[in-house]
DNA sequence: CAATAGGACCTTT
DNA sequence: AAAGGTCCTATTG
């Protein structure tokens, strides 16, 4: 009962392994941290610079695109906080197989949604260099705190420890007290008003940081099994890795059930387009593509759900 | 008319 | 051989 709105994520997180500071070291630390920045010898500190000298544009969509719906982090940004800021070192040496020719440019795409189109690849390029360094973030945070990357196993050590965290980040005044007796299931079920209502001056900043983490850690788990020990990707999974990413992919395919694995595609050009993208198959489409669902069925992988409705699936095993 | 279901054959890994 | 990709026919909502 109750709506779990991180359920998917409760299981445990064996990937952060569990190595620096202890307890004590970090009381140590959190007794400077009057003084003097002791988080300066650490490179995950807020990289300021990076937002005065360059790509403002092009950091801030990235964000844009990392972020939920609501766009008042976006706008917290860019006011000076400092924001979690990305050092946005080896931004055009990346380098790329261009075997794919860009999908035909003429096709009559006219979509309702205008948007799109074939910069999906560029967008996802951008988008996951982003993400890795988030995730870097994150890593190095759980080690430094020795706490679990997901927030839903916190305590309410583990929540103090992130807020002390957190605070250092952004430099923000000691805000914990507020949320003293919370566990981070409490936390990730409130919202950014609670938060606010717990903190007014830095609520709203601890809020959107713990929704940054969200984000990175659906990442972590889409990463964690698709594209590890570099196998070829089975196009089961791909559909799951989209579907991990509500915020990116979610007006192309997304649960209608998650529990029971039950999805729809929504667009299923689009998905085809990713899909083809993906493999290097310029000639996707979703005749195809929903071929290869199809073959699925013998497998036992997916189905069609008990009452069959159009462009709708069902994992068979589901999370 | 697009989605669905499968058979048949081919290609890639 | 496994996992699609390609093509095609027939059926269905």
Same mark, same amino acid.
Do not use: A, F, T
């Given at each position: 009962m109750m709506s779990n709105p991180v359920s998917g994520l409760s299981e445990n997180t064996d990937f952060v392994s569990r190595i620096g500071m202890t307890e004590d070291s970090f009381?140590?630390?959190?007794r400077n941290r009057c003084s003097e920045d002791p988080w300066d010898t650490v490179d995950i500190k807020p990289n300021i610079e990076a937002l005065e000298r360059g790509v403002p544009g092009l950091y801030l969509s990235c964000y844009d695109m990392l972020l939920t719906e609501e766009a008042t982090w976006v706008v917290k940004v860019s006011e000076g906080s400092p924001a979690l800021a990305v050092p946005m070192n080896r931004m055009e040496s990346r380098e790329e197989p261009e075997q794919c020719p860009v999908i035909d440019s003429q096709e009559n795409g006219l979509s309702p949604g205008l948007e799109g189109q074939m910069e999906d690849r560029s967008l996802e390029q951008?988008?996951?260099?982003?993400?890795? #360094?988030v995730l870097k973030d994150i890593e190095t945070a759980c080690k430094l705190l020795n706490i679990t990357a997901d927030p839903t196993e916190w305590n309410t050590g583990n929540v103090q420890k992130w807020m002390l965290w957190t605070e250092h980040l952004y430099r923000l005044p000691h805000a914990g007290k507020a949320f003293q007796e919370l566990t981070g299931k409490d936390l990730c079920a409130m919202s950014e008003e609670e938060f606010r209502q717990r903190s007014p001056v830095c609520g709203d900043t601890l809020y959107a940081h713990l929704d940054i983490w969200k984000s990175g850690i659906e990442e972590l788990w889409s990463e964690a099994d698709s594209s590890c020990s570099g196998q070829p990707i089975h196009l089961w999974q791909f559909l799951r890795e989209l579907l991990l990413?509500?915020?990116?992919?979610?007006?192309?395919?997304?649960?209608?059930?998650? #529990?029971k694995g039950i999805f729809k595609i929504e667009d299923s050009a689009h998905v085809a387009r990713l899909w083809g993208l993906r493999k290097n198959r310029p000639a996707m489409n979703y005749d195809k593509l929903s071929r290869s669902i199809r073959q699925y069925y013998k497998k036992g992988i997916i189905r069609k759900p008990d009452v069959s409705q159009r462009l709708v699936y069902q994992f068979v095993h589901p999370v």
């Open positions: 009381v140590l630390l959190e951008v988008q996951s260099m982003v993400v890795g #360094e990413k509500p915020h990116n992919y979610g007006r192309c395919i997304r649960w209608l059930n998650k #529990e």
